[in-house]
């Protein structure tokens, strides 16, 4: 079947949804992967069980170390089908208090030759009340699979409300702070607007707690200025591990302006941010030890790059950009491919 063969998405499907403008290309998978009952049915054949893919994550013990970022699914509107794809774990969202309508269109483009994605999204979104009706039909029908939930606002007590009513509803919560298209969240990047929130959370927190952190920027940006950045970061980092937060994800979209998006800037996924991902991680690791799941997210498209993000320090990775660009196989031919890598890596010790 041509969606079980990750060739035939490569050479026939996906240069079809790509004549198709990015947001509507979207439409079109989220549509598809709203009617669970095809997905579920070849679910057997998107697995691959091997002990050496086994991972732990925040003290949940995944089959793989491969998860869908959030961003994909919004809504939390396509779980029983992306559960499906072979995925260690998934995370859904983000979800915000009240509905938003997100930024202005054109808003998500795509560039295939460098393997990107570029977005001014903004969050849209039905909110909370309708994530949380299809987060409990999700639990009711018994899935196994980890799943985290995403969460995001401007304000203390948007975050608070998101979590409280969500927490029981997933393994595990995630606090996007650094998405480059939502105004307000900034506010998190001070170290000390960090701890309050954390600590309001904490409050009454009973499942593990991941942040989402903003990136390194620009590999030209000025060594002054990069130190600055990085400095910046680390704060940030320490504030979570001083409140105990479980996990973290190493990191969102990087901010770039472009002229194409109405709003004229967005966050930059993909290829291009992969190495930039790579060396946050090396420093993020060095700074919290071994106390912290680390989660890659950043360019993150085959099993070489997974396994170059667990040697820098990373628990598990994350993919969305490489989700739309492999398709529905992306999760089973990274953990074939991590396996291969592996298998290289120990015969070359070996020897």
Request: with cysteine.
């Given at each position: ?10 050479n026939l499907v996906r240069p079809l949804l790509f004549t198709l403008p990015a947001e509507t290309a979207q439409k079109v998978a ?322």
């Open positions: 079947m041509i969606i079980l063969n990750a060739d035939a998405y490569k989220e549509k598809t992967l709203r009617s669970p009952i095809l997905w579920k049915s070849l679910g057997p054949a998107f697995q691959v069980r091997d002990r050496r893919l086994n991972a732990t994550m925040c003290g949940l013990p995944l089959a793989n170390p491969v998860g869908l970022a959030a961003g994909f699914d919004k809504d939390c509107e396509m779980l029983p089908s992306l559960a499906s794809l072979g995925f260690g774990y998934l995370t859904v969202g983000t979800v915000t208090l009240h509905p938003r309508p997100g930024n202005p269109k054109p808003r998500l483009f795509r560039d295939a030759g460098e393997s990107s994605l570029i977005n001014a999204l903004g969050f849209p979104g039905k909110g909370l009340i309708p994530a949380a009706r299809q987060l409990e039909l999700h639990r009711s029908v018994g899935s196994s699979l980890p799943l985290v939930v995403s969460i995001s606002g401007v304000t203390v007590d948007e975050i608070v409300r998101c979590h409280r009513r969500l927490e029981a509803l997933a393994d595990a919560v995630e606090i996007n702070i650094s998405s480059p298209n939502t105004a307000g969240l900034r506010l998190f990047h001070d170290p000390a607007s960090l701890t309050e929130l954390l600590g309001a959370v904490n409050e009454a927190r009973h499942r593990p707690l991941i942040v989402k952190l903003p990136p390194y920027p620009a590999p030209d940006l000025p060594s002054d200025k990069f130190a600055k950045s990085r400095g910046l970061l680390m704060a940030l980092v320490r504030a979570c591990k001083g409140q105990g937060v479980d996990g973290l994800t190493v990191a969102n979209t990087r901010p770039m302006a472009d002229s194409r998006l109405a709003v004229g800037s967005g966050g930059l996924s993909g290829r291009p941010v992969f190495s930039r991902m790579l060396e946050m991680v090396r420093d993020v690791r060095s700074e919290v030890g071994d106390r912290m799941s680390i989660n890659a997210c950043g360019g993150v498209f085959t099993g070489g790059d997974a396994l170059d993000a667990m040697l820098a320090g990373a628990t598990t990775v994350q993919t969305y950009t490489g989700f739309v660009y492999r398709g529905p196989t992306a999760a089973r031919e990274i953990n074939k491919e991590l396996l291969t890598a592996i298998s290289r890596m120990d015969a070359g010790v070996a020897s």
